[in-house]
């Protein structure tokens, strides 16, 4: 009997099966895919949103700011006071930029840190205070918010939709980050250069495609709500070889110095002065937030109120080449301020404040290279501060020719950005945000250690009383029969 031929269906075509069955059709990959694409959208509009928001809320403060210098004296210490004190119970995740947090929850792979660090009622909190502390004058950014939040987005959607694997969720805590920075500046590449050099400190090629497709989505969604900018405008500034390029070295120095100054100033080391200022905080937060919003207050007041809010207007003013008053004092000043802001443990970031310092310092260095173009150097002082604050050149090079729309002054940027880290590392050897999340880290697994060691404790002083329960229980019969055992004469 001859066998029958198989059906048509099952032996044609075996590439389009081949096809079909190839992993980018799989309904698994695909549905990652739209989960990405949606929280890209939901990214880039909540980056917006709360650019618009902190713009509004700082233009707040400054009309208030129209009826009397001596207001922030006033308000500023006292709603510094009353947001540490928000934040001292449920909300203390919300403290500070906001990018250790990521860094911690990507080390981290508990499910319950994770859930604590990046649930959405941490998000929004972050986004409402961080608007509240701009409203008073704050020197704080929201860059690094905005990464936070981006982070606790894209985690909270990969768990509703099924993604609850540690590798998958780091994934998705990593896009999110990307896509967070990236709006925050309209910065597709900075926002893939930090995700790698900043928050995941490698690069895999199994998370590229989620990093490139969130920060695309991202950007496009950016662009077609804010159109096409530059954060800083575009400058038209170049440094020719030569002795124009001694401007690299003293930017890099300088600025890369003082960037390493003011990241070992916010880390509040454990030993020496500095933890002085830490344990001060710790014993009375409320009361210290306070008087760091007074001390705000009152540089504000000698800078002639230039030094609240994010530094946006004063570093674009300097870019640009236009006139800040007082500008030979206001990097300096804007510094102290970034120092005392971060001090109090309010949300907020240091990004944009940086930028804002590191202008103010090349406009100062700019006064001893008259020969070379003064937005050049400003350009390059800005760059080299934030790369010495952060520790991560390349971010900073990036993110400064994007914000610019500049790309002649690439190899100058990046060579001062490489001075700056060298020269930051005098100061402080691990960069900010890891020394942040380094603590983190170690804080949760010595808590977990304390609460094993009290679970091991507990298990054996139940086991001790239940032993003592059952030997008292049985003491009094338990003698007679050991006895008639051991008595040679009971046994016959």
Not at 369 to 386: C, K, N
């Amino acid at each position: 009997m001859s066998e029958l031929p198989e059906p048509a269906s099952k032996s044609s075509s075996p590439r389009l099966q081949a096809l079909l069955g190839h992993e980018f059709f799989a309904p698994q990959h695909w549905k990652r895919r739209l989960v990405l694409w949606f929280g890209a959208v939901l990214v880039a509009l909540a980056a917006i949103l709360f650019a618009k928001a902190s713009t509004w809320a700082y233009q707040l403060f400054q009309s208030v700011l129209s009826h009397g210098s001596w207001i922030p004296l006033i308000l500023t210490p006292v709603v510094f006071g009353l947001l540490a004190w928000i934040t001292e119970g449920r909300l203390r995740a919300t403290r500070g930029s906001g990018i250790p947090q990521v860094i911690g929850t990507l080390h981290i792979e508990d499910e319950g840190f994770r859930a604590h660090m990046l649930a959405l009622p941490i998000a929004a909190g972050k986004m409402v205070l961080t608007l509240i502390a701009l409203a008073v004058g704050a020197s704080i950014g929201r860059e690094g918010p905005t990464v936070h939040v981006g982070a606790g987005l894209f985690y909270s959607l990969g768990r509703r939709f099924g993604f609850t694997d540690p590798k998958a969720a780091s994934r998705f805590i990593l896009a999110g980050g990307a896509c967070g920075i990236a709006a925050a500046f309209n910065a597709p590449l900075a926002g893939v250069v930090f995700a790698i050099e900043e928050l995941a400190g490698t690069f895999e090629h199994r998370f590229s495609g989620l990093l490139l497709t969130a920060v695309f989505i991202g950007g496009v969604v950016s662009l077609g709500i804010m159109g096409n900018y530059s954060y800083f405008g575009r400058v038209q500034a170049d440094l020719p070889l030569g002795h124009a390029w001694l401007a690299v070295l003293l930017t890099g120095i300088i600025c890369g110095l003082l960037g390493g100054l003011f990241a070992r100033l916010i880390l509040l080391s454990r030993h020496g002065p500095l933890a002085l200022v830490g344990r001060l905080r710790a014993h009375a937060p409320v009361l210290f937030a306070t008087g760091c919003g007074l001390a705000l207050a009152l540089i504000g007041l000698f800078s002639h109120n230039t030094v609240y809010g994010t530094g946006y207007d004063q570093a674009r003013a300097f870019v640009q080449e236009a006139a800040v008053t007082p500008g030979h004092t206001f990097g300096i000043a804007k510094l102290a301020a970034n120092v005392v802001s971060y001090w109090a443990g309010i949300p907020g970031g240091i990004f944009s404040p940086a930028l804002a310092v590191g202008a103010g310092l090349g406009h100062n260095i700019a006064y001893f290279l008259p020969d070379v173009p003064a937005s050049a150097v400003v350009l390059l002082g800005m760059s080299a501060y934030l790369a010495g604050v952060t520790g991560a050149p390349l971010t900073s090079a990036v993110i400064a020719m994007e914000l610019t729309d500049n790309q002649a002054m690439v190899i100058p940027i990046m060579a001062a950005c490489l001075l700056a880290r060298a020269a930051a590392s005098l100061f402080c050897p691990t960069p900010v945000y890891k020394d942040f999340a380094e603590r983190m880290v170690q804080d949760f697994e010595h808590q977990q250690a304390g609460h094993a060691e009290n679970a091991e404790k507990t298990r054996l002083e139940t086991e001790a009383l239940q032993h003592a329960g059952s030997t008292s229980a049985f003491d009094e019969p338990a003698a007679p029969i050991d006895d008639m055992d051991d008595d040679p004469s009971s046994k016959t």
